[in-house]
């Protein structure tokens, strides 16, 4: 059980498009996602906390007209990165919390290797 | 200022010894601290979680102690095999916090055969 997926796991695009990442939870619902940035060698970072139904949280320094997230449903949060460029290249983890689930048990998506060429 | 501090070092044990990685931190009151596990090019998978008011936490081959006087928390890994090399990342929660979590950089095992 408290599986989630990511789509797509991997995605090359050009500077300046826009790329749209999902985050599923697959067996459970969460009311709270989170979405992480992870440059290589470095810690997962928090972008945004995305709750369903309501406009997701933005940790500071991060663009939330850059980052667009939609949690649309229990089970769906995205992640849209909007006018990528080279510095956006990086490696998207997303996390779900289940709605009774025990207080601060995350479930990791496998992440998402964006490059921006 | 916040700190999570974990070994940047990697760690090399031998097989079949027991692996202690340290997560230090500074300025947070956390109500729990959780341990996960990433392998490359994946995501964190979640390990163990224990509370302020819990010592020790222990779950098969793993152990967690707290320490929220020293601000301490060690994990250890008992008979260790290579499959158990990865990083390793301590998590925060404060208390009363609104559900954020902060990772810290993380220790890399590396389990010798």
């Known amino acids: 059980g408290a599986v989630v997926s990511q789509h797509p796991s991997w995605v090359i695009c050009k500077s300046g498009t826009s790329v749209k990442i999902e985050c599923r939870s697959l067996?459970?619902?969460?009311?709270?996602m989170f979405w992480y940035r992870q440059f290589p060698k470095q810690s997962l970072m928090l972008m945004a906390t995305?709750?369903?139904?309501?406009?997701?949280?933005?940790e500071q320094g991060v663009e939330k007209d850059k980052f667009l997230i939609n949690h649309a449903s229990l089970t769906l949060s995205t992640l849209t990165v909007t006018s990528a460029h080279p510095e956006d290249s990086s490696f998207y983890i997303c996390?779900?919390?289940?709605?009774?689930?025990?207080?601060?048990?995350?479930?990791f998506g496998p992440g998402t290797r964006l490059t921006v060429t | 200022s916040q700190k999570i501090e974990q070994n940047s070092e990697a760690l090399n044990i031998q097989e079949g010894k027991t692996a202690t990685l340290t997560c230090n931190y500074t300025?947070?009151?956390?109500?729990?601290l959780q341990w996960y596990r990433q392998d490359p090019g994946r995501g964190p998978v979640f390990l163990l979680l224990?509370?302020?008011?819990?010592k020790e936490k222990r779950k098969e081959r793993l152990k967690v102690t707290f320490d929220t006087t020293l601000k301490q928390s060690l994990f250890h890994i008992t008979a260790s095999q290579p499959a158990d090399s990865a990083t390793y990342l301590c998590?925060?929660?404060?208390?009363?916090?609104?559900?954020?979590?902060?990772f810290g950089t993380g220790t890399k095992l590396q389990v010798i055969p």
């Open positions: 996390s779900a919390r289940e709605i009774s689930g025990a207080r601060g048990e995350q479930y």
């Open positions: 300025n947070y009151s956390p109500a729990y």
């Open positions: 224990i509370r302020e008011n819990e």
């Open positions: 067996d459970f619902q969460a009311t709270t």
């Open positions: 998590a925060l929660e404060n208390s009363g916090g609104y559900q954020k979590v902060t």
């Open positions: 995305s709750n369903e139904g309501s406009k997701a949280t933005y």
